[in-house]
């Protein structure tokens, strides 16, 4: 069986605002919001619906992109001063290196944890 995550509803405080984060950071566009959505694709097989929440529960989502959108990614991240670190607690501006896949830790306007990760070429 192939299974593939295709979307998923994200709760926000300010889903416009959120989204426009997502976009920026993501390097992709923000076409407004849709019925009760303010969707972003990410990539042509995963959209991110953000749905309005007066007080959203905090989650991790974890991003697989290749070297060249880490580097990115991360460029887009000091660019905008958006603080970020080898680890969730730590905003050390480091990136993370264990056993061949990069990454880093930053959080998005409600709180909820992100994670960009790579594995390392050759």
């Known amino acids: ?47 991110l619906n953000f749905e309005q929440s007066e007080v959203p529960e ?19 991240l000091r660019a905008t001063s958006v603080p970020f670190g080898s680890t969730t607690s730590n905003k050390d501006s480091q990136v993370y290196d264990r056993a061949g896949v990069r990454g880093f830790y930053f959080e998005d306007p409600n709180g909820h944890g992100l994670e960009v990760i790579t594995r390392q070429s050759g």
Do not use: C, Q, W
Request: glycine share 4%; aromatic share 12%.
């Open 58 to 76: 905090v989650h991790h989502y974890a991003f697989r992109v290749d070297n060249a959108e880490f580097d990115s990614v991360l460029e887009r």
């Open 1 to 47: 069986m192939t299974v593939a995550l295709d979307h998923m509803s994200i709760p926000a405080r300010d889903k416009v605002a959120t989204a426009e984060f997502y976009a920026r950071v993501f390097g992709v566009r923000y076409a407004g919001p849709r019925r009760d959505f303010a969707p972003v694709a990410l990539s042509e097989g995963l959209t």
